[in-house]
């Protein structure tokens, strides 16, 4: 336990912390306290397939983007942000074709080979400005020999392409829709105004016409130029990035935010994955893309279409898990460069720090029970116990309950928001877990909670709601089974972690955590035994048995 510094008494300090839960604000502790959990070893490895890093909020995904871009030399960074992708969702023609049935994959592809080549030729030539770009596309082309037609192909698209390299990466975007929307103007004329129309709908001329149209519209879209990027490609992979010595990354991350509407971000993700599996080409070029699982399942969800197999991208994946072991590791790296720079000449570690246990737990295994096994939920513990502790000698077992009251109320608010766009009414249905036990039988959620919730929240136009569990609600309210509604509200909060489950009394207790998959409706009975998370007894008002 810390007990003196310089000889003398000390008291925690107020807004004492050992770093910020998020990446992005750590930039004090990240460098420093950074650990591995194996993955950064494959991630900067160009040959191995895995490049887009998958898990919860939290685990570590702008970690190890942050800690590529620390130890790397070449790595360029792209923000959704400041890729003006709006424009593509502002465009009425594009939406038009979206609306009539046009499949814009192949041109969002397009988008993306486009930006990664143009990016990683800005970058590797310092092409920075007009006259250094001129100068280099000049000598670039003049140098490489015409050897066959792709070569020549490849060639054309960079001569086309190349004198406005030079410029920021959202001129391209629009530069390349607005040739598209050119495009389609030339090919389909005034006939894209029936696109548009509603009014002839059902009568067979106006149909065929229409069929026709969209067929035309699809065929200019297919025609763009991915061939030629495809060819650029092959001509980076052997003419330029053929240095092994020399490896290069662009990386993604953000891709979770608002930075353009969210269908269409939907669309441009899938696109986004297709083409970092079409980079592989380039041996050393790796793109990176930082995931949420969520968000993942949700784009294959929402763009699954004919012929769609989700093997196919499984190699591409960096799952992101933590066990108590590495947690423990990160935390004493943060609690020994906090401990050494305040406090004692000598770092300590997290078991020095804080008490021994608690209610015949110990300390570490009673922090990381109340975590989903992740670095933002334990460094945020541990900081509100930092919190708590200001004006004291030491870490108490008192401090930790008193901090565990304020860290519970935070974890419920952070699901809520972490889940927003799947249950945007997450706050109100998770109170129904309120005043359980830690583990109960589903047979005993109370009928009666659940029917003042329904009837509070799910009833006029719930039936449209974006939340399944308010539709879920309101198909119970019009003769829905009580059951069938159980059944929805349990399978959301073990997605969401809120709860683990024990489907029957032969199997063992799963979480969606530690990468179980959510039971079918079958396997959850009214026998099936429930256990609400330790982060929320707290807040919810859980008695431990």
Not at 8 to 28: K, V
Not at 32 to 47: A, K
Not at 441 to 463: A, G, P, R, V, Y
Not at 468 to 478: D, F, Q
Request: charged content about 30%; some cysteine.
């Amino acid at each position: 336990m810390v007990d003196k510094l310089s000889g003398s008494e000390f008291r925690f300090r107020r807004n004492e912390s050992i770093g910020e839960p998020d990446a992005e604000s750590d930039e004090l502790f990240l460098s420093q306290c950074f650990v591995d959990t194996g993955d950064f070893e494959t991630l900067i490895d160009c040959s191995k397939p895995q490049r887009i890093l998958v898990g919860r909020t939290g685990a570590g995904k702008s970690a190890l983007i942050a800690n590529l871009k620390n130890s790397e030399d070449n790595v360029i960074e792209i923000t959704p942000e400041n890729l003006s992708l709006n424009f593509i969702s502002n465009s009425d023609m594009l939406s038009t074709l979206e609306k009539a049935g046009v499949k814009l994959d192949i041109f969002y592809s397009l988008l993306w080979k486009h930006v990664f080549t143009v990016e990683l030729l800005r970058y590797k030539y310092d092409l920075s400005n007009e006259e250094n770009t001129k100068k280099w596309s000049f000598s670039f082309l003049s140098a490489l020999n015409k050897k066959d037609q792709t070569k020549e192909r490849a060639l054309n698209y960079i001569r086309d392409w190349g004198d406005k390299f030079w410029y920021q990466t959202e001129y391209r975007i629009k530069e390349v829709t607005q040739k598209l929307e050119g495009e389609l103007k030339s090919s389909l004329g005034t006939n894209i105004e029936l696109l548009k129309s509603e009014t002839n709908i059902g009568i067979k001329g106006s149909e065929e016409k229409k069929f026709e149209v969209i067929s035309k519209a699809q065929s200019v879209v297919n025609s763009i130029q991915v061939k030629l990027l495809s060819d650029v490609m092959r001509l980076l992979a052997e003419e330029v990035f053929n240095d092994p010595k020399q490896k290069y990354y662009v990386v993604i991350d953000k891709l979770d935010e608002n930075w353009v509407e969210s269908e269409l971000r939907y669309r441009l993700i899938r696109s986004l994955i297709e083409t970092v599996k079409s980079f592989r080409v380039i041996p050393n070029v790796k793109i990176v893309v930082a995931l949420r699982l969520d968000l993942l399942r949700s784009v294959f969800e929402r763009t699954r279409d004919s012929g769609f197999q989700e093997e196919k991208y499984q190699s591409l994946l960096l799952p992101i898990h933590w066990d108590k072991r590495v947690l423990e590791d990160l935390l004493n790296k943060r609690v020994a460069k906090f401990t050494s720079e305040q406090y004692t000449k000598r770092p300590l570690t997290l078991r020095e720090l804080f008490p021994e246990s608690i209610s015949r737990e110990r300390f570490v295994d009673y922090l990381f029970n109340r975590t989903l096994y992740r670095p933002r939920d334990a460094i945020a513990f541990v900081n509100e116990c930092l919190k708590q502790a200001y004006g004291q000698t030491k870490i108490m077992v008192q401090t930790v309950r008193l901090a565990e009251i304020e860290y519970s109320a935070q974890r419920f608010d952070y699901l809520c928001y972490e889940w927003g766009d799947h249950f945007p009414n997450l706050s109100q249905y998770l109170p129904l877990l309120e005043k359980m036990p830690n583990s109960f039988k589903l047979s005993s959620m109370s009928k009666l909670k659940i029917d003042e919730f329904c009837l509070q929240h799910c009833i006029n136009d719930s039936e449209n709601s974006k939340d399944p569990i308010i539709r879920a609600g309101n198909a119970y309210l019009n003769n829905n089974s009580l059951h069938a509604f159980i059944i929805v509200l349990v399978k959301a909060l073990f997605q969401i972690g809120a709860i683990g489950i024990k489907t029957d009394s032969f199997s063992g207790q799963i979480w969606s955590f530690l990468g179980t998959r959510t039971p079918s409706d079958g396997q959850i009975k009214p026998t099936s035994e429930i256990f609400v998370h330790p982060m929320l007894w707290s807040r919810l008002g859980v008695n431990p048995k």
